[in-house]
Nanobody, 115 residues
Framework: QVQLVESGGGLVQPGGSLRLSCAASTTIGRVAAMDWYRQAPGRQREWVASVTDRGTTLYANSVKGRFTLSRDNANNTLTLQMNNLKAEDTALYYC?????????WGQGTQVTVSS
């Protein structure tokens, strides 16, 4: 069974940076879109950013200019560089891969932005 493993979450002060990573536990073949979502307490899960298999990136307006998404197709890994973090970025962050087996989600990594 394919699993996605996220890492890089933690506690950071406002204005700080974190780098999230997501990798598949096994070889999964071609991956179409790779995405990050997040869910804050008491709120619905929201889309953060996507990158297609050709490298086209899309960002939610709330993170545009602060977050940068990149993927390594050879290793099927996904990285989200988050800069100038704000308190409202606090959430559980999930990655999702569009694979030949269907959509696969990670378990989430917590990001907390607080002074």
């Amino acid at each position: 069974q394919v699993q996605l493993v996220e890492s890089g979450g933690g506690l950071v002060q406002p204005g700080g940076s974190l780098r999230l990573s997501c990798a598949a536990s096994t070889t999964i073949g071609r991956v179409a879109a790779m995405d990050w979502y997040r869910q804050a307490p008491g709120r619905q899960r929201e889309w953060v950013a996507s990158v297609t298999d050709r490298g086209t990136t899309l960002y939610a307006n709330s993170v545009k200019g602060r977050f940068t998404l990149s993927r390594d197709n050879a290793n099927n890994t996904l990285t989200l560089q988050m800069n100038n973090l704000k308190a409202e970025d606090t959430a559980l962050y999930y990655c999702k891969f569009g694979t030949v087996y269907g959509d696969v989600w990670g378990q989430g990594t917590q990001v907390t932005v607080s002074s």
